[in-house]
């Protein structure tokens, strides 16, 4: 039973007066160890950070993301790194959970080539990261700091927590959208990270990338992923179709070389001169529209199996949750105003 300073007091005072009774009153400085032990909670969560960061590099926060199925590529793991100041997201899709020094390396060249200082690294308290012997003498060569989040003290980390979770999310809907085979979800990983840098940050009053490049994005290449593509045949012959069709699986770096999924062979490929098909993608060959074409169809009535439970309505409640969809909605908006044929 727990006797604080205010009960023995008014004990004492109240029902045993007359009686002499010495006790030793335990100060809050003195606390029980019995109650300790009994009644202890977590505390209450602090901030990240006892201090402002001040300038792009002074803190990182870097993690592992791990997946239950291997990639086409023969990923396992995603290393993902976010700047604790701007909240600029990067990839790296891994093999193994080891520690990609040679992908650290060449990251921390451009940033250094940038004229990013890179002062502090924070990372969980595991075995992947902290305990690594080669990750922290391959930091001690580079003069960086390590912080540790300590045990079961991940929301330390929490600004590269907290991406993992949207996109994992982001490419869960991807696959479940498309219908494409799970093991493209590296594919989908990079198209999820490039929309969490174009997205509005509440924190920052503006996107990531704006934050970091001081410009704001183009975002005129955000396609619907895993949508039909129309891909031009390099060398047909006189009576054969000029196009071949299959899936978007994003951009390269350039912005100008497509990659995409051929269902026949089983293959990703690279193409230039193709076209977007991205409003009649299946789910299912008995489907009639994916799920993300459900917003520009006039028909309210469930069109999916049963196990998705929703309508059209709870889809346009839903809209400005999703990053991609408020894309296509705005731009299929501004399209057909012009024309006066689109009624919400």
């Given amino acids: ?9 008014n004990m004492v005072k109240k029902s045993i007066k007359r009686k002499k009774i010495f006790f030793r009153i335990l100060s809050n400085t003195c606390p029980c160890v019995i109650c300790i ?9 602090v901030k990240e950070s006892s201090f402002k960061l001040t300038s792009r590099g002074q803190l990182l926060h870097i993690d592992f993301s791990f997946w239950n199925i291997i990639s086409i590529r023969g990923f396992s793991s995603v290393l993902s790194i976010i700047d604790g100041k701007d909240r600029m997201l990067w990839t790296f899709p891994t093999a193994s959970k080891r520690v990609p020094l040679r992908i650290l390396d060449y990251f921390f060249n451009i940033m250094e080539k940038d ?10 308290e595991d075995g992947a990261l902290a305990n690594n012997t080669e990750f922290c003498h391959f930091l001690f060569t580079r003069s960086k700091t390590l912080e540790s989040t300590g045990g079961y003290a991940s929301f330390l980390n929490g600004k590269i927590e907290r991406p993992h979770r949207t996109l994992g999310q ?3 809907a991807m696959l479940i959208n498309s219908g494409l085979p799970s093991n493209l979800w590296c594919y ?4 999820a990270a490039d929309v969490h840098r174009y997205t509005y940050h509440s924190a920052l009053k503006m996107t990531p990338y704006e934050a970091w490049f001081g410009v704001k994005p183009h975002i005129n290449n955000l396609r619907v992923w895993g949508c039909y593509i129309y891909v031009r045949v390099p060398e047909p012959k006189k009576l054969d179709p000029r196009v071949t069709r299959g899936h ?9 070389i497509v990659r995409w999924y051929d269902s026949v062979t089983k293959t990703v490929k690279h193409a230039s001169a193709v076209r977007f098909d991205e409003l009649n993608t299946r789910l299912t060959t008995s489907d009639t529209l994916s799920p993300g074409a459900l917003i520009f169809s006039g028909d309210s009535t469930p069109v999916l199996d049963q196990r998705y439970w929703f309508r059209m309505s709870a889809l346009q409640r839903c809209l400005p949750q999703s990053s ?12 057909q105003s012009t024309t006066s044929t689109w009624s919400a």
Avoid at 37 to 44: E, L, Q, V, Y
Avoid at 188 to 191: F, G, I, L, P, S
């Fill in 1 to 9: 039973m727990e006797f604080t300073v205010k009960k023995v007091y």
């Fill in 37 to 45: 032990s009994a009644k202890f909670t977590h505390p209450p969560k």
């Fill in 115 to 124: 004229g990013i200082i890179i002062k502090s690294v924070r990372v969980d």
């Fill in 170 to 172: 982001m490419v869960r």
């Fill in 188 to 191: 989908a990983v990079e198209t």
């Fill in 248 to 256: 978007f699986l994003g951009f390269t770096k350039s912005r100008l």
């Fill in 324 to 335: 991609i969809y408020c894309f296509i909605y705005s731009r299929f908006t501004l399209r």
